[in-house]
């Protein structure tokens, strides 16, 4: 499956954005999506994931709230709102898909290309 990530900017602390991931060559909803994020010298870490029905739905820490993951099999898109960011969500943002319900990074399989969001003031 080819994902592709959108969305990204540079925001004010605060502010708001919506990530959109689009996939394609695949059954959409033969899997599980999540969202990842990534800085200079830090591990991929996951901050979202949603199930392939979207009935079960993980966060990271304190996103729940903060963060909201969503997904349209019919349209084959997956979104992060993100909303209150703070500087420390400055990342660049991946969206994955794989066939575990998980939120390692080891079990997904396929990844779009990243998405950069910036917050400062």
């Known amino acids: 499956v080819q994902l592709q990530a959108s969305g990204g900017g540079s925001v004010l602390p605060g502010g708001s954005l919506v990530l959109s991931c689009t996939a394609s060559?695949?059954?959409?909803?033969?899997?599980?999506l999540g969202w990842f994020r990534q800085t200079p010298g830090k591990e991929r870490e996951c901050v979202a994931a949603?199930?392939?029905?979207?009935?079960?739905?993980y966060y990271s820490d304190e996103k729940e709230g903060h963060f909201e993951i969503s997904r349209d099999n019919a349209e084959n898109t997956v979104l992060l709102r993100m909303n209150g960011l703070k500087p420390e969500d400055t990342a660049v943002y991946y969206c994955?898909?794989?066939?575990?319900?998980?939120?390692?990074?080891?079990?997904?399989?396929?990844w779009g290309q990243g998405t950069q969001v910036t917050v400062s003031s």
């Open positions: 060559g695949r059954t959409f909803s033969d899997y599980v």
């Open positions: 994955a898909a794989g066939t575990k319900w998980s939120f390692r990074t080891a079990d997904y399989d396929y």
């Open positions: 949603i199930s392939k029905t979207g009935e079960n739905i």
